[in-house]
């Protein structure tokens, strides 16, 4: 057995917010179209590995909250439509190219924990999110995790 992972997912909080999750309680994480994020869903997560909710493309960006995987992954349905921005011609329903997995809220941090905090940590230096800053998915360590974990609370 292979036990929990952890992920650190970006979303623009103009296109989906931790608190349109915490409202909808479950939702599908559609829409991601790089393949190394895609080959992470698709390969690496697991009904209940634990995600940080991160903020992207906002002053300063922040994780601001949990979410956990409560899905394998399956065909994100928006590339198959033509009147979605996620639409892909060169995808079809017999090979399709994106996937996607859906989330369920666990927690809203109070004081969001942003990217600057983040990098002052030591521990925290090679994390994922600094070095492949274009995946919109990226693995976090048990360490990391637990030390992001403890910022949360101010620490």
Not at 143 to 149: F, L, P
Request: aromatic share 12%.
């Amino acid at each position: 057995m292979s036990g929990r992972k952890y992920w650190l997912c970006k979303s623009e909080p103009d296109n989906y917010s931790i608190e349109e999750l915490d409202a909808d309680k479950i939702t599908p994480w559609d829409g991601v179209r790089n393949y190394g994020a895609r080959n992470y869903m698709r390969d690496g997560m697991n009904i209940g590995d634990l995600c940080f909710f991160y903020h992207s493309n906002q002053k300063p960006p922040a994780i601001v909250g949990i979410m956990k995987v409560v899905t394998k992954a399956y065909p994100d349905a928006l590339q198959f439509d033509p009147k979605s921005k996620y639409f892909d011609v060169k995808s079809s329903e017999a090979e399709p190219r994106w996937i996607n997995v859906d989330m369920e809220f666990v927690e809203k941090f109070t004081h969001p924990i942003t990217r600057d905090q983040l990098k002052e940590k030591e521990s925290l230096a090679s994390m994922e999110l600094f070095r492949l800053g274009r995946y919109s998915i990226t693995q976090v360590s048990k360490e990391e995790w637990d030390t992001i974990v403890t910022l949360k609370n101010g620490s």
